[in-house]
């Protein structure tokens, strides 16, 4: 496993209470609807790092550093979408991102409202995607912050949070983890809708809500250096969130035969 580079700096000792906020009622979309033997790309622009924050009551206890991991998010976003598109009769398309669609990741994902629609830059970019793959909608994973932009912000926790994230949390005055870390998917998953000369949201489930604990957890000797054997054990929990993210958007594609 290759590590980023840590990212330490000041956090605010008030972030200790893990499990607040709550899902935004949301209107429910229009399904989207497919004929059998429709191709669906399937896109993750999530690169493969978990981050990790460490809440203290001492400010100087708390920090955030964030880890390469070795998994595949397009893997994993493939495996959790295969199985249910095939039993629907539609055919999954493993598709890469275009660099025009990395370079506008920031716009269209992290600063984007997403609940509001796609920013208008970013539809004609998801329609040149699905012409070179040739395909008639597209399910695409990108990060999302801790914000109220995507959702329902945790206010103990900073803004500056993205993507695949654990929290740990010192309630000593030591600083050492107290408990098991949360487990927080900060990602968006949209289907896209095709239109003549563009694409819009068909679907929108932000994982934001989502939180479950990592299972097993053993704090290592050093809580700023996690051993990779144990980021072994997280990949499994993120897949199972992941897949009930992707559950969620499924609810909304209709297949006509």
Request: proline share 5%.
């Amino acid at each position: 496993m290759t590590r980023a580079s840590t990212t330490a700096g000041a956090a605010t000792a008030a972030a200790l209470s893990l499990l607040g906020g709550s899902a935004v009622a949301a209107q429910r979309p229009a399904n989207l609807q497919l004929i059998a033997g429709a191709r669906v790309a399937v896109v993750s622009l999530l690169d493969a790092e978990v981050t990790h924050f460490h809440a203290s009551r001492r400010v100087q206890n708390s920090f955030l550093k964030t880890y390469t991991v070795d998994w595949s998010a397009n893997a994993m976003l493939m495996e959790a979408l295969t199985e249910r598109l095939t039993q629907m009769g539609l055919v999954p398309v493993a598709a890469g991102a275009t660099e025009a669609l990395r370079r506008a990741r920031e716009a269209c994902f992290l600063d984007a409202a997403l609940a509001k629609g796609l920013p208008k830059a970013c539809g004609p970019l998801f329609a040149q995607l699905a012409a070179a793959e040739h395909v008639d909608a597209i399910i695409v994973m990108g990060p999302g912050r801790n914000d109220s932009a995507h959702g329902t912000r945790r206010r103990e926790l900073p803004e500056y949070l993205r993507g695949w994230c654990f929290v740990s949390e010192a309630r000593s005055e030591e600083g050492a983890a107290d408990k098991a870390p949360v487990l927080l998917n900060l990602t968006e998953l949209l289907l896209i809708r095709l239109t003549a000369q563009s694409a819009e949201i068909s679907a929108r489930e932000w994982g934001g809500d989502q939180a479950q604990t990592w299972t097993g957890f053993t704090p290592p000797p050093d809580l700023k250096d996690i051993p990779d054997r144990q980021f072994r054990q997280l990949q499994p929990l993120f897949a199972a969130m992941l897949k009930q993210q992707a559950s969620g958007v499924l609810e909304h594609l209709q297949v006509t035969r």
